[in-house]
């Protein structure tokens, strides 16, 4: 059983060392321990300090394409280096590398796919009562979007099992914490937390600058996320707005036509027409949408396929070259 440890990094010269220190060497039920950081366009010296330290696996973007860029090409690393458990980590030493055992433990004991790490958010110092409260909400968003239980919905410390990885599919440029985790529910993956522990703040997010703007990027990721795994609800959602004022208008209009004549009336009449004609075309959209869903669900189930024959091969090649350097030694 072998784990990898993947670190995307930007700019983490000063704490990538803290963070690596504090990873486990041994594990129980883990026969292989390695270390893999994803080197997100960093402009100082991130990747000296971590071949110094004696990283196994270092994948290097020439310019910064963003978190969730990073992470699946962190993932497919990992992938092709045979990884059967990847576990995900943060660069500034947030979370407890003595957790990683507790992280992993569920998919050892095949009870999990995926396990988020659940955070001490309302005993965490360094988060603000406004964040305590945002982070709340954003993960209550996240569990009814993707019909699980996960407390701590933007935390990055995670693991995936092999198969849960190839699986794995994130399209917006922000990051994979929400979007994976709706994902997973929606495709029907095993998921599940546990409680982790947290070090001090070492510094502060660079995920976003304000407030403001990571609400605004978090909930237009859960909405395009629940767009894509559920379109023919959100759209018949949206279209029952316009459709239902729409049809009180015109029941209102025939109310004044029965009784006192439709004369001065006709605006409602247009309004009504119009606000229904809108809802019935939001749900034919909504149709459209369900039916290209179904087609992304096959894209991806071929995508998983060829993604297991080529993963597989490359693992079933070096395990082959290991049975060999065995054989010569021997």
């Not at 988060?127 to 968003?141: N, T, Y």
């Not at 569990?143 to 990055?156: C, E, F, L, M, Q």
Request: hydrophobic share 40%; charged share 25%; with cysteine.
């Amino acid at each position: 059983m072998k784990l990898i440890i993947q670190i995307p990094c930007l700019n983490e010269a000063e704490t990538l060392e803290i963070a690596l220190n504090d990873l486990p060497r041994h594990i129980d039920g883990i026969d292989e321990i390695e270390y893999l950081i994803i080197n997100d366009g960093s402009r100082d010296n991130t990747v000296e300090v971590a071949r110094k330290w004696g990283v196994h696996h270092i994948v290097s973007f020439p310019q910064n394409k963003g978190l969730a860029r990073g992470f699946m090409a962190g993932l497919d690393a990992a992938l092709r280096q045979g990884a059967d458990i990847i576990v995900n980590t943060d660069a500034d030493n947030q979370y407890c590398g003595e957790d990683i055992g507790k992280l992993i433990r569920p998919i050892l004991d095949g009870e999990a796919e995926v396990v988020i790490g659940a955070r001490p958010i309302d005993s965490t110092e360094h988060f603000s009562p406004l964040k305590k409260k945002l982070q709340h909400l954003g993960s209550f968003v996240v569990r009814k979007a993707s019909r699980t239980d996960i407390p701590d919905a933007p935390s990055g410390f995670r693991a995936f099992s092999r198969e849960a990885a190839m699986h794995m599919n994130v399209v917006n440029e922000y990051t994979y914490t929400l979007e994976t985790i709706v994902q997973a529910g929606r495709n029907k993956m095993a998921i599940t937390s546990v409680p982790i522990r947290t070090n001090p703040e070492l510094r502060s997010s660079r995920l976003f600058k304000s407030m403001a703007g990571y609400i605004k990027r978090s909930m237009l990721t859960i909405l395009r996320a629940f767009m894509m795994y559920r379109p023919l609800f959100f759209f018949t959602l949206v279209g029952a707005v316009p459709f239902l004022i729409g049809l009180g208008i015109g029941v209102r209009f025939l109310c004044f036509y029965f009784t006192v004549g439709g004369s001065g009336h006709v605006q409602s009449l247009i309004l009504a027409c119009t606000l229904m004609i809108m809802g019935f075309m939001t749900f034919i959209i909504g149709l459209q949408a369900d039916v290209i869903a179904a087609n992304r669900k096959i894209l991806e189930d071929v995508q998983y396929h060829l993604r297991r024959l080529e993963y597989d091969g490359v693992k079933e090649k070096q395990e082959t070259a290991k049975e060999k350097e065995v054989r010569k030694k021997e």
